[in-house]
């Protein structure tokens, strides 16, 4: 148990004390390229590689169609608390429908629940992903309305 908990937070903290060196010699940090190191490769590559070892069977099937229904399910719930608020409802519905999951949300649902956690939190973060793209406009902007 305990080489498990280090396996998983090991990592996180190599990297977090890599950091506090680097800042306390006076070096420059680039937190653009991080993140895009990170949104662009990182993430994907993790995403990528739990779902090519998964076997899919109806169960993460089923799973998948109620993430579609929990984001279908925020927005039915959502567009009338804007309209009540008068905010903008394409500003603030993709707010409201999808949640910012990826960067920290996969590794916690990896140490919090293991390996199945983590399946169930990839197929999420995928499904959400790609109705959030597939939904976004060229100026990020949902296209609901």
Aim: hydrophobic residues 60%; aromatic residues 14%; proline residues 4%.
């Amino acid at each position: 148990m305990v080489f498990e908990i280090l396996a998983i937070l090991a990592p996180v903290v190599l990297i977090a004390g890599l950091g506090v060196v680097w800042t306390q010699r006076g070096k420059d940090f680039d937190t653009t390229l991080v993140t895009n190191l990170v949104y662009y490769f990182g993430a994907p590559a993790l995403v990528f590689s739990t779902l090519s070892v998964i076997k899919f069977d109806a169960a993460l099937g089923t799973f998948a169609l109620a993430a579609i229904a929990s984001f279908v399910g925020f927005a039915v719930l959502g567009v009338p608390i804007l309209l009540a608020l008068k905010m903008p409802v394409r500003t603030y519905l993709s707010t409201l429908m999808f949640p910012n999951m990826g960067n920290m949300g996969l590794p916690i649902c990896l140490f919090a629940f293991g390996e199945a956690g983590l399946v169930l939190a990839v197929i999420y973060f995928s499904v959400a992903a790609v109705a959030h793209y597939t939904m976004k406009d060229f100026d990020g902007a949902v296209e609901v309305f």
